[in-house]
């Protein structure tokens, strides 16, 4: 079977990642299965450059395999986007979400319902063997919460709530975040992308 080799050491990531390409007729492969095991520096200025830079990184350590990575991050607007593309490192990469949740529903003390706009931001960059570089982007629209609410999803999800829905993203179901998810959106795009080359691939 074809493999994709998916350039993150997230776990969160990768669980969602390999929901979302279930239907694809390929193995999805973590850095760590795949047997790569090496530190990317992300001194990208955008999702899309960071997502790039993992992407070509480990391409090239994996010349025969099609190789994806997620940059992906929260972008608040009352906080002029902040964390943004520096989510993870976001009060250091060691500090636990729930004291960076705590933090960001400090910072937004006093901010009305209205003005507490923020999105998750995914992109997504499948570098394939040759050297081409396949892209896609998605987004979420929600607003920051008071409190963190739910358990499922990771990091920011407990305080990421989504008026229309009456919950925060980490109250939802894996599939139904999946389905409504920056990083669902974004997979979705680049799996018709991929189709092609995937195709070609077989014959
Ligand atoms: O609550 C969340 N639900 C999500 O769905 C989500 N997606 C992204 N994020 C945040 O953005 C960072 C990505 O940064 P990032 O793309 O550099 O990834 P990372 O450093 O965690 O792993 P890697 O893929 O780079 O190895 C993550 O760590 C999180 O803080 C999310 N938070
Ligand atoms: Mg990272």
Redesign the pocket.
């Known amino acids: 079977m074809k493999r994709i080799v998916f ?4 776990e ?2 990768m669980k ?1 990642i390999r929901m979302i390409l279930a239907d694809l007729q390929v193995s999805v492969l973590s850095m760590k299965e795949a047997g790569l095991q090496i530190d990317v520096e ?1 001194n990208g200025k955008s999702f899309a450059e ?1 997502a790039d830079i ?1 992407a070509t990184a480990i391409q090239k350590l994996s010349p025969g395999d099609i190789v994806l ?6 972008e608040i607007d009352a906080l002029n986007g902040e964390p943004g593309i520096y ?2 490192r ?1 009060m250091g990469e060691d500090t636990s979400y729930r004291i960076k949740n705590a933090n960001l529903i400090e910072r937004l003390n006093g901010v009305p319902d209205e003005k507490r706009t923020a999105r ?1 931001v ?1 992109a997504i960059s499948a570098a394939l063997p040759g050297g081409k570089i396949l892209r896609s982007r998605g987004t979420i629209e929600g607003r920051i919460g008071y409190e963190e609410r739910g358990a499922n ?5 407990p305080i ?1 709530y989504l008026p229309e829905y009456g919950c925060s ?1 980490a109250e939802l179901d894996p599939e139904t975040k999946n389905k409504l ?3 669902g959106k974004a997979l979705e795009a680049i799996k018709e992308e991929l189709r092609p080359f995937l195709e070609e691939e077989k014959r």
């Not at 350039?7 to 997230?10: K, L, M, S, W």
């Not at 990575?69 to 929260?74: E, F, P, Q, R």
């Open positions: 350039a993150t050491g997230n969160g990531k969602e992300e960071n993992k990575a997620d940059d992906s991050g929260l989510s993870a976001y998750f995914c999803g990771f990091g920011y999800d990421f993203t998810s920056h990083r």
